[in-house]
Every structure is written in C-alpha cells, then in structure tokens.
C-alpha cells in the first residue's frame, strides 16, 4: 500500500536536545510538507519542498531544520532553539496537478 | 491575508440531524477549498473539496456550500453519525493542495 509513515509515533526528549522525526514516502510524490498542530490552533506550515535538494520557509520555520537528500524521504529536526516543542507533527505529500495533500499519521513529541 | 476563520470551535449534534460547519476567507487570490477529517490519533484525510467555479458540491451525506461574494464556504453533513465524530478543517489554496492554509478545526461529535 502506497502512504506516507512518519516514525516514531511518540516521541519524548529532554529539553535541550535536538531531535529528528523521519517522513517517509512511497507515493512518487515532488512535494513534502510538515505541519504543525496545536490544540484550538489548525495546522501550521513549517517547511516544505517541491524538489529534491530544494526547501522553502513556511509560517512557523524558527527552531526548525529539514533536508531533502531523496524524493521519498522528508525528516524535521526540531532544535534547542525552538522555544516551544511540544506538539503534533504532521508530515504530507502531493505530486500537484490534481493531486491532494495526503497526510501521515503524525509524530506527538513531548520535550520536558 | 492568508488566515482562514472557522467556527464554530465544538459542535455537538445529535444522529441524524444536520452537522453544520463555517469558514471565511480574505485573500481572493485562494482558488482551492478543500475540507479535511480527523480522527484521534491520525493526520488529516481529504473529505471533499471545492474550487469557486461552482456554489455547491456533494458527495454522499458531505456538501460543501461556496459563497464568492461573502468569502465564506461551509460544509454541511447530513444525517450525521456517530462515525462522524472527528476533528473537521477547512483549508485553503493559491495552488492546487500545495501550501494549504488551515482553519483553527471544528470538533464534532455525533450522539447516539
């Protein structure tokens, strides 16, 4: 089955410390997003790239780095510098046209 | 602007009756109204969506309700279920599912 899985499901990390969460795709998809959801808030742009080797800004990118070495794979590292960690994260793909924004099924990391 | 409003925040219906949710945009630029559905746990699923060349769409119990002059499309789901019981988004585009802007989310629940 084509998808997109992101890893772990839940993550738990000292303050302090950096952490990556991975998104991996077999969809064929260009384009990888991650999102950010808080409770009362929607979901917030991060980052997002439509080509291999190319990434763009969203909303929310302070404290935030990614990288995209293949098309399939789209991981996050959340740094020290964000100053408010703690949340659900969600990874999406589209291949544009008339393609829709397919979802994983997130990572809820906790940093305490 | 690129905020999408959504309310109402919670919403509680009873099975059977008409489940009615309300966004309202500002950029008139947005060509892509999508709705997504959230269960516990999981990403966001595409439900249906809409571009503003039509007032109405439908698809099964879900129909989503275009106004162009009003900036404002609201998704209508009849004979609500149970099943139904999610966390519902409204979005939009300049492009086609690339870089959605998201409403804050309506959680509805559904009593038996």
């Known amino acids: 089955d084509g998808g997109i899985t992101q890893s772990p499901k839940y993550l738990f990390r000292k303050e302090g410390q950096n952490v990556t969460l991975s998104c991996e795709q077999n969809?064929?998809?260009?384009?990888m997003y991650w999102y950010r959801q808080d409770p009362g808030q929607g979901l917030r742009l991060i980052y997002y790239?439509?080509?291999?080797?190319?990434?763009q800004k969203g909303d929310i990118a302070e404290g935030y780095s990614v990288s995209r070495e293949k098309k399939e794979s789209f991981p996050l590292t959340v740094t020290s510098a964000q100053k408010n960690p703690t949340a659900f994260y969600l990874c999406a793909s589209t291949t544009g046209g008339n393609s829709p924004l397919h979802f994983g099924n997130g990572t809820r990391l906790t940093v305490t | 602007q690129q905020q999408v409003k959504q309310s109402p925040q919670s919403l509680i219906v009873q099975k059977g009756g008409i489940s009615i949710i309300n966004c309202a945009y500002e950029?008139?630029?947005?060509?892509?109204f999508p709705w997504y559905q959230q269960f516990p746990g999981k990403g966001p699923a595409l439900l249906i969506a809409?571009?503003?060349?039509?007032s109405e769409k439908k698809e099964g119990r879900f129909t989503i309700s275009f106004n162009k002059s009003a900036k404002q499309f609201s998704l209508h789901i009849m004979d609500s279920q149970p099943g139904d019981s999610a966390t519902y988004f409204c979005?939009?585009?300049?492009?086609?599912?690339?870089?959605?802007?998201f409403g804050a989310g309506t959680i509805l629940r559904v009593k038996s």
């Open positions: 809409i571009r503003p060349d039509v």
């Open positions: 790239s439509q080509i291999v080797n190319d990434f």
């Open positions: 950029n008139t630029a947005f060509d892509y």
């Open positions: 969809l064929n998809h260009d384009a």
């Open positions: 979005a939009a585009s300049m492009e086609y599912g690339n870089k959605l802007v």
